[in-house]
């Protein structure tokens, strides 16, 4: 058994507005078995490295579960049916910053150049005029603004009711599970559908390898930290409830990854591995029951399941469910299109270790503030 040493920068939920180089990253020692190096993205970025040490440092290595096989939770959320988000989601994500300007600058004009807004031409005095509701006077500047502000908040509560929608019409309607039997090939998986139910058009399917988020708790023994102290930067305090997404009922997504959902089960509900890097989209033709899925065009190693450092691969299957019973209103109410509602099936794919090293120049990263698992579904 040889020595590694981990060193990765995790991306957080909200990644985009943060600084990589200004996140500590997570580094330990740790005994295994795996002798090949594997370089996930550039370490002035977001990345993870597994790095073989010549040296015998086993007096201060870890001992971490390592495994080739998932864990029972991660099969539990990422192996069954699951529903395309609602597109308002994406539309809502992408005007919110926009209302919280609008609000801001809004509060910040009246608050600081509020006594001179009638001074200004042509628009000065229809934003200083206030506006009358019931008792009480309003700036008009603010209720031009606050409409561009709640907009997307009622767009969010709408995707979600019909999100909700769909899952009820779904738990009070089941199906039966996709059976596909699967056969690595060196460069991609053969799959085989031995069973698909009789509602179920299948039309396309891929390959996707991505890294789960790590485990809260290894991460704070890593950099040090106490469980109910001050997390580091990229992780939030615990929440108070269990919620259906893989970390985030212990604070390590930062934000909602996933659309509401109507149980805890999160069957219906897959959610976006922040680093996933996919396969092509292949047709599933009618007439023929075996396909083969390619890998990526990057070379991942093997699956590895660990708290720290998890390679996960996975087969995405897509298609429709047809609308049986649900009248044209119902189906616009919620968001079924008249060809049926748009599912998927995913599940585990074991990959076996690669004998070379691995190096990815640049962390693959997907659009988890769209909470869509897919990053945009190709046409039927």
């Not at 996933?258 to 805890?264: E, I, L």
Request: one cysteine or more.
């Amino acid at each position: 058994m040889s020595i590694s040493k981990i060193s990765m920068r995790y991306p957080p939920f909200d990644r985009d507005s943060a600084n990589p180089e200004m996140i500590q990253p997570v580094e330990c020692l740790l005994k295994s078995e795996i002798k090949n190096s594997i370089k996930i993205g550039s370490a002035s970025d977001w990345y993870a490295h597994w790095t073989p040490l010549e040296e015998d440092r086993s007096d201060i290595a870890v001992e971490l579960p390592l495994t080739n096989a998932p864990s029972d939770l991660i099969i539990s959320k990422r192996r069954g049916w699951f529903i395309k988000p609602d597109p308002l989601h994406k539309i809502s994500r992408r005007i919110l910053p926009y209302g919280v300007f609008a609000i801001i600058a809004a509060l910040s004009i009246q608050a600081f150049f509020g006594g001179i807004l009638e001074d200004i031409p042509l628009f000065g005095g229809i934003l200083s005029e206030p506006v009358s509701f019931g008792p009480l006077d309003y700036p008009a500047i603010l209720l031009i603004a606050f409409p561009i502000f709640i907009v997307p908040i009622f767009l969010r509560v709408a995707s979600n009711l019909r999100d909700l929608r769909k899952q009820r019409s779904w738990l009070s309607d089941p199906i039966l599970p996709l059976e596909v039997q699967t056969k690595w090939k060196g460069d991609g998986v053969e799959i085989e559908f031995l069973s698909i139910p009789e509602e179920v058009s299948l039309s396309h399917a891929r390959l996707v390898v991505g890294m789960p988020v790590p485990e809260r708790e290894s991460i704070l023994n890593m950099v040090g930290r106490e469980r109910d102290g001050q997390p580091p930067p990229g992780l939030s305090t615990p929440t108070p409830v269990s919620r259906i997404a893989l970390g985030e009922s212990d604070g390590t997504n930062v934000g909602e990854t996933v659309p509401m959902s109507s149980d805890n089960s999160g069957t219906l509900v897959l959610e976006p591995l922040r680093v996933s890097d996919p396969g092509m989209w292949v047709p599933v033709k009618v007439d023929s029951r075996i396909m083969f899925l390619p890998e990526p065009e990057n070379l991942w190693p093997g699956s590895i399941y660990s708290p720290l450092f998890t390679v996960h691969w996975e087969i995405q299957v897509i298609g429709k469910r047809a609308a049986r019973g649900l009248s044209i209103g119902k189906q616009i109410r919620h968001g079924v299109s008249e060809g049926g509602l748009d599912i998927g099936w995913a599940q585990e794919q074991s990959v076996p270790m690669r004998g070379d090293d691995i190096d990815i120049p640049f962390m693959p990263l997907s659009g988890v503030m769209d909470l869509d698992p897919l990053g945009g579904w190709p046409e039927s």
